[in-house]
């Protein structure tokens, strides 16, 4: 077996502005793993928010000692010689778990031990953009029946009541640790009235988990973690500060683990997300793994590539459904 990873340059449809950067192209990787099964891909979608760039993805890519990887043990004792980025690790689990799957004759979610795949809504996000550009935003999106909105302290408050104007479809509010200041927040939270908000995402950053946790006791909305969760979850703390998590695989750096954490957070008592960086359809084929266990699904990343190369997942009226292959 040989593995080979390749650079993907990929163009946006939009200017992808968050509260704390923005682009208008992603450069992503796709491993491959060549095996007497066939070749098997998966996706690494590095993010600067947790260090991650593709210079030293490609450097821990080379030094990874994969030799020895011949079963479940071996594979997770491998991974964890040395720290990797969660993007890359998840794309290196991946491939082998779906080797495994493969050479056991079952299919990814059989060996995984997940409730079978099924076809989806998905939300689609909004960046934050100039106001005079919504109405056009929104224009061609009415099929879908929620957004996730991208906001900012200093235009969230404009951008959601020109939002409004234009569609009554559910908003999911994702601030991206934009607020330093709670009663900034508590004011913009007031603005919000009236409005059809299903959940607001990471309004605070993730180090202010006292601020979270008056929020959850003042807030009438979901509360939904993100930055706050990534490989692992104290869910004694976590259940304190959100109603909710939010778990995208190229932050946990495994499918193991986000299966886990989905579990966990059920037994808990806490709802779910399975959600995604701007990524292909290959990787957003492996978050439709967990669409029988989320409460919701944000896997809309490979929507906002301009001409996405791989078809793994279609999406048609809001729907998200895997391409059979």
Known sequence: MKLSLEKRHLDLKVNWKLSRNQTTFKENFILTLKSPLGDLLSEVAPNIRYGETPQKIEEQFQSWPYENVNDLKSLQETLDIKPLFHSLRFALESVFLKYFALHEKKSLSDFLGLP??????????MPIIPIAEIKDYLAPLSRFKSLKIKVN?????????EIKKYTDVKLRVDGNEAWSDFDAFMGF??????????????????SMTDEYKELKKKTPYVLLADESIEDVGDFSELSKQFHAINVKLMKTGSLLKARDLLFEAKKQGMKSMIGCMIETSVGISYGMLFSGMADYIDLDGFLLVKDEPFNYVTESDGLLRITPK
């Open 153 to 161: 302290a200093e235009t969230g408050m404009e951008m959601l009541q």
């Open 116 to 125: 079978p795949i099924k076809v989806v809504e998905t939300s689609f996000s």
């Open 189 to 206: 939270q007031e603005s919000l009235h009236g409005m059809n908000i299903e959940l607001i995402e990471q309004p605070f950053p993730s």
